[in-house]
């Protein structure tokens, strides 16, 4: 089983529309979750931590389930910059830096 | 903010050579810094913990011998592929975080390498 799973996707969406990836994490322990982003050949950039109980950035809202070991992100009133595509990512560790990522899913909002 | 640069940012070379990718911290100082690859439409994979001063922590499945990292200062650290071969064309990162940036990890822009 992979530590990090998302659906690949992709999701094709128009502009206006909600949509919400969701990812499982394989190491109960695991201590720090993020959603990162990532545009095509580009590097990921930090998109929003997420927090047990729950953040929202503008339009985008992210939340974690520990007992089911499940984290999800919700991007409402999608831009067509919202494209890219969407990385689930888990710190396993207290101790360490170390980030496992998902491979990703990906987003197209068309107009 | 700060910026973790990496250079080249793209490289192509033929089979059997070595290419060496560096990875600076700007404006930080990066006492651990990371080096990941990603093949196309799959995760980043960390390869190795590259810590200033001493050698790195590489992860189950890569060649330390093959992937030789280098944290020399505490703005710099090297990835050399050794004798590339064309399966190891990938798209290599590396990521920082150190003293002044906090809880963010930064990550540089990425090295496209091609073998031939």
């Known amino acids: 089983r992979k530590e990090v799973e998302q659906d690949p996707g992709p999701f094709n969406v128009p502009e206006g529309a909600t949509v919400a990836f969701n990812c499982t994490y394989s190491?109960?322990?695991?201590?720090?979750f993020f959603w990162y982003r990532q545009d095509c050949r580009k590097e990921p950039k930090l998109l929003m931590s997420?927090?047990?109980s729950g953040n929202e950035d503008g339009r985008f809202t992210a939340q974690l389930n520990r007992a089911s070991q499940y984290i999800s992100l919700l991007i409402r009133d999608s831009k067509l910059s919202d494209s890219a595509t969407y990385l689930c990512?888990?710190?396993?560790?207290?101790?360490?830096?170390?980030?496992?990522f998902g491979t990703g899913t990906r987003l197209q909002v068309f107009p | 903010g700060a910026v973790v640069s990496q250079h080249p940012s793209w490289v192509i070379c033929k089979s059997g050579t070595s290419v060496k990718i560096e990875c600076r911290s700007l404006?930080?100082?990066?006492?651990?810094m990371f080096w990941y690859r990603q093949f196309p439409k799959q995760s980043l994979m960390l390869m190795a913990t590259?810590?200033?001063?001493?050698?790195?922590?590489?992860e189950q499945g890569v060649e330390k011998d093959k992937f030789l990292i280098n944290h020399a200062s505490l703005t710099l650290s090297t990835l050399t592929v050794t004798s590339a071969h064309p399966e190891d064309s990938s798209f290599y990162i590396c990521?920082?975080?150190?003293?002044?940036?906090?809880?963010?990890?930064?990550f540089g822009e990425g090295s496209w390498l091609t073998v031939v």
């Open positions: 990521s920082a975080r150190g003293t002044g940036t906090g809880n963010t990890i930064y």
């Open positions: 590259s810590n200033e001063g001493s050698k790195a922590t590489y």
């Open positions: 990512v888990v710190n396993p560790t207290d101790n360490t830096d170390k980030l496992i």
């Open positions: 997420v927090y047990s």
């Open positions: 190491n109960s322990a695991s201590q720090s």
């Open positions: 404006d930080f100082q990066a006492t651990t």
